[in-house]
């Protein structure tokens, strides 16, 4: 009871942690600076840590990409992969898991060569910079259409200042006839994507519950594979 009592006294903006709340024209202002800081400074160092729930099955992935450092590494479950410069050569491993059978291969390509090793690496850097870039633009009809469609409530918004806007929706209602309900959170600090959730769960037979995770670090510290347990196939 007494900590109920403190918790009360306390002034409201430290209950809510400094958060400003905005109308939807003022974040719209804020939205439009984001996404024009973003189309001029392309992020080009980062670390995204994904995790996803289908019905209570869990996968998790990483997406590490640093141009300067000419690194580049991602992970799943049963699949990890990583392309670097190390030692003046160009390196590309990958390392996979299925049905107990583990798979571990690696090129090899010197600085003359380094256009094959930018061509074979350019297809999954493009799929990791574009998962990044549909929540580093911020687009709020395609926000709701991958993620609420059907739900009928409206995005509600703050900030914690320059850069800063925080995205929500809550919503508990009926969704094509079913019970359901829905939170989503964005999170933007210093221009740039902080981190992503979205729970919803249908109740029904069958009931359905899905869950997003996604959470964005701007610092990447190169880790490399043992290449001697690995097969050169250059």
Avoid at 43 to 67: D, P, R
Wanted: net charge negative; aromatic share 12%; with cysteine.
């Amino acid at each position: 009871m007494k900590k109920s009592k403190i918790l009360m006294l306390l002034p409201a903006f430290l209950l809510v942690g400094c958060a400003k709340e905005l109308s939807p024209e003022e974040a719209g202002k804020v939205i439009d600076q984001i996404n024009a800081k973003r189309a001029e400074e392309p992020i080009l160092e980062f670390k995204l840590t994904s995790s996803s729930n289908e019905n209570g099955k869990i996968q998790t992935s990483v997406a590490e990409f640093s141009e300067s450092k000419t690194y580049f590494h991602v992970q799943s479950s049963n699949f990890e992969r990583w392309a670097y410069l190390k030692d003046s050569k160009y390196y590309v491993a990958s390392k996979s898991s299925y049905e107990g059978t583990e798979s571990k291969n690696y090129w090899e390509f010197a600085e003359s060569a380094k256009t094959d090793f930018d061509n074979m690496i350019q297809s999954t850097k493009e799929q990791i910079t574009s998962q990044l870039n549909s929540f580093a633009i911020i687009n709020l009809k395609a926000m709701k259409d991958e993620f609420a469609e059907g739900v009928d409530a409206d995005f509600k918004f703050s900030s914690k200042g320059d850069g800063s806007l925080i995205i929500t929706l809550d919503y508990e209602g009926k969704v094509d006839g079913a019970d359901a309900t829905l939170s989503l959170k964005g999170v933007y600090e210093d221009y740039k994507p902080s981190e992503f959730t979205m729970n919803g769960q249908t109740k029904g037979e069958p009931s359905y519950s899905e869950g997003l995770s996604l959470k964005v670090e701007y610092s990447v510290n190169p880790s490399y594979p043992d290449l001697t347990s690995y097969t050169k196939l250059n």
